[in-house]
């Protein structure tokens, strides 16, 4: 049996952190494979072999994150693509997709027992005009730039129109990011393995805007409506991945791809939500941000 270690060394705590859950893995007898690009801080480990991720991640049962929800969301294409399920151990502020916290380290020794479940969460896929395909665990999120004061998005579902808005931009998500930014803009919170594509608009200039909930099958165009000059943005998991600009299309479907993530503890979602939702964030600006 073999882990494939990703921390995120941004993050408060991660290497205490890093080291103490390799030291438990280590203990179970479970073999540890992290990147390259660690040797010099963990190179220390006896027993952690280092190569390219690239390699690394198929060779693996396990893809182990210690960070916070956008930590995972860097691992999760790489991973979905090997049939890699996932673990979070959160040093983050959230961390939703994350099932242990640092209190909970003793818990990875129920991987080599099969103590655990595993929570398949659909991703999305979009298309651009020119046919580049990127990939979404989280959300896609199309939103108006700087440059671009007044924006409309014509919203179709083969060819029907669902919605023709003026707003800074529109977001699709999965019920996995139904807790991320479609929340932050007035969606409801979806169980995270229920199938669907989750479509909130964001500030728009309408007394009747809502969030609407359409099925899996789904595939959605969302045509750019603008002034000469102007552009939007198009994000994928928090990454801006290209601009369009007047009349371009992107196109947004189920992806092939399904991440499944490890949850020991059980039911750590509705515990996140009571714990971390219905709390006020503790520490600086700085701390929450970072």
Not at 170 to 174: A, N
Not at 220 to 224: K, M
């Given at each position: 049996m073999k882990a494939y270690i990703f921390p995120n060394l941004d993050k408060n705590n991660c290497e205490e952190y890093t080291r103490e859950?390799?030291?438990?893995?280590?203990?179970?007898?479970?073999?540890?494979?992290?990147?390259?690009?660690y040797s010099e801080r963990?190179?220390?480990?006896?027993?952690?072999?280092?190569?390219?991720?690239?390699?690394?991640?198929?060779?693996?049962?396990?893809?182990?994150?210690?960070?916070?929800?956008?930590?995972?969301?860097k691992c999760a294409e790489a991973a979905a693509r090997s049939s890699k399920p996932i673990l979070g151990?959160?040093?983050?502020?959230?961390?939703?997709?994350?099932?242990?916290?640092?209190?909970?380290?003793?818990?990875?020794?129920?991987?080599?027992?099969?103590?655990y479940t595993l929570s398949p969460r659909m991703m999305l896929s979009v298309t651009t005009d020119d046919g580049c395909c990127y990939s979404a665990l989280n959300d896609v999120v199309v939103s108006k730039s700087d440059d671009c004061k007044i924006a409309d998005f014509k919203v179709e579902k083969y060819g029907a129109t669902i919605?023709?808005?003026?707003?800074d931009g529109?977001?699709?998500?999965?019920a996995t990011g139904s807790t991320a930014y479609s929340m932050s803009a007035g969606g409801p919170i979806i169980e995270p393995d229920m199938e669907c594509i989750e479509f909130t608009q964001m500030c728009a200039h309408s007394l009747f805007a809502r969030s609407m909930v359409l099925s899996p099958s789904s595939e959605?165009?969302?045509?750019?409506h603008c002034a000469e000059g102007s552009h939007a943005i198009v994000n994928v998991d928090g990454n801006s991945v290209l601009k369009i600009t007047d009349r371009a299309s992107v196109r947004i479907s189920r992806?092939?791809?399904?991440?499944?993530?490890?949850?020991?503890?059980?039911?750590?979602?509705?515990?996140?939500?009571?714990?971390?939702?219905?709390?006020?964030?503790?520490?600086?600006?700085e701390e929450i941000l970072k």
């Open positions: 859950a390799c030291g438990i893995l280590l203990e179970c007898g479970i073999g540890l494979l992290m990147d390259n690009a963990f190179g220390d480990l006896a027993g952690v072999v280092f190569s390219e991720h690239t390699k690394a991640i198929p060779e693996c049962d396990w893809v182990i994150v210690i960070g916070g929800d956008g930590t995972i969301l151990i959160n040093c983050g502020r959230l961390g939703f997709m994350a099932s242990l916290e640092h209190e909970d380290l003793g818990l990875l020794r129920q991987l080599k027992t099969g103590g919605s023709y808005l003026r707003a529109v977001i699709f998500s999965t959605i165009t969302v045509t750019l992806s092939e791809l399904r991440l499944d993530i490890i949850d020991i503890k059980g039911n750590s979602f509705f515990g996140s939500i009571s714990d971390k939702l219905m709390q006020p964030l503790k520490g600086s600006t």
